[in-house]
C-alpha cells in the first residue's frame, strides 16, 4: 500500500461511534455518522475511530484509506456497504425494474483488496442517482 498520503481533511463531530476507514455521511444534526442506507450522501472517509461526541478527521479530497467489505480490484469504483460504511466495488450493486441507481460513488481504488483489508483509493465523492 502506498505510504504517501494526499488526503484534504476536515474536522467533524462524530454523531455515532466511527472507525477508522469508515465511510462516512452527514446526518440531519450536522454530524458525521457511518454511511448506511443507499440514500444518504457520501461525504468521505474517516482517518481515525471516535466515540458519539468527539472529534473525527475525514478525508473529503486527494487519497484516503478505506476498509474493505469484501475483495476489491485495482481501478474499481468504490462505494460503501450499506450499514456497515466499508467499501465495496460499486458494480455490485444491481438496479431495480424501476429504478437505475447507480450509487453515491466514494472513488476509485489504487490497490487490492481482500475482505477487511485497508486499501489507499482516489477520494472523489460523486452524487450520480437516477429514478425513474
Request: net charge negative; proline share 3%.
Given at each position: 500500500?502506498?505510504?504517501?498520503?494526499?488526503?484534504?481533511?476536515?474536522?467533524?463531530?462524530?454523531?455515532?461511534?466511527?472507525?477508522a476507514y469508515?465511510?462516512?455521511?452527514?446526518?440531519?444534526?450536522?454530524?458525521?455518522?457511518?454511511?448506511?442506507?443507499?440514500?444518504?450522501?457520501?461525504?468521505?472517509?474517516?482517518?481515525?475511530?471516535?466515540?458519539?461526541?468527539?472529534?473525527?478527521?475525514?478525508?473529503?479530497?486527494?487519497?484516503?484509506?478505506?476498509?474493505?467489505?469484501?475483495?476489491?480490484?485495482?481501478?474499481?469504483?468504490?462505494?460503501?456497504?450499506?450499514?456497515?460504511?466499508?467499501?465495496?466495488?460499486?458494480?455490485?450493486?444491481?438496479?431495480?425494474?424501476?429504478?437505475?441507481?447507480?450509487?453515491?460513488?466514494?472513488?476509485?481504488?489504487?490497490h487490492a483488496?481482500?475482505?477487511?483489508?485497508?486499501?489507499?483509493?482516489?477520494?472523489?465523492?460523486?452524487?450520480?442517482?437516477?429514478?425513474?
Open positions: 500500500m502506498s505510504q504517501t498520503r494526499l488526503g484534504m481533511s476536515a474536522s467533524f463531530l462524530a454523531g455515532d461511534t466511527i472507525t469508515q465511510i462516512v455521511t452527514l446526518s440531519a444534526a450536522n454530524t458525521v455518522i457511518p454511511w448506511a442506507t443507499a440514500t444518504s450522501i457520501i461525504l468521505g472517509v474517516s482517518e481515525d475511530s471516535a466515540d458519539s461526541g468527539a472529534a473525527v478527521n475525514v478525508v473529503i479530497g486527494g487519497t484516503g484509506k478505506v476498509q474493505c467489505a469484501a475483495s476489491i480490484s485495482v481501478g474499481a469504483v468504490i462505494t460503501s456497504q450499506t450499514d456497515t460504511g466499508l467499501a465495496i466495488e460499486a458494480i455490485n450493486l444491481a438496479p431495480t425494474v424501476t429504478t437505475l441507481v447507480v450509487p453515491f460513488v466514494l472513488g476509485q481504488a489504487l483488496g481482500s475482505t477487511n483489508a485497508v486499501i489507499e483509493v482516489a477520494i472523489r465523492p460523486s452524487l450520480l442517482r437516477f429514478d425513474f
